[in-house]
């Protein structure tokens, strides 16, 4: 009786073989099944949106490393503004500047200097 139950089930094409899960997802059984085709739209929707974030999180990562540039660049800049201010700032100052008056030949006042008044001699009291 094994024999007539092996030869029918060779013989049956309808009759199908269970098979385990990797077999049906590699084999592509899984995307013809019933569930997958009804709701193609929706996986579809679904992969695009996975495409989309993919998309959006590489472009997100380059504005970051922009913006750390960006940064960089600032402080490089406010560093050079700091530095050329304290420059000038030893500049004003009164010792330097009656030294660089000194070296073109000019003396320091020592008293302050006089207020001319002007009088308007045409305009009558």
């Given at each position: 009786?094994s024999?007539?139950?092996?030869h029918?089930d060779q ?6 073989q269970?098979?385990?899960?990797v ?6 059984d ?6 997958v085709?009804?709701?193609l739209?929706l ?7 996975l495409?989309?974030d ?5 472009k ?11 940064e ?6 406010r ?15 009164q010792?330097?500047?009656a030294?660089d ?13 006089v ?5 308007d001699?045409?305009?009558?009291p």
């Open positions: 009786m024999l007539e139950n092996q029918i013989n049956n094409p309808v009759q199908k269970k098979k385990g899960f077999a049906t997802v590699f084999g592509g899984m995307l013809m099944g019933e569930f085709q009804k709701h739209t996986i579809g929707f679904i992969g695009l949106m495409l989309f993919i998309a959006l999180q590489y997100f990562e380059d504005y970051h490393k922009l913006i750390i540039k960006r960089k660049e600032l402080n490089e800049q560093t050079i503004y700091n530095e050329q201010m304290s420059a000038l700032e030893t500049k004003k100052r010792s330097e500047v030294k008056i000194s070296r073109l030949g000019l003396k320091e006042l020592s008293k302050p200097p207020v001319l008044e002007n009088r001699t045409t305009e009558q």
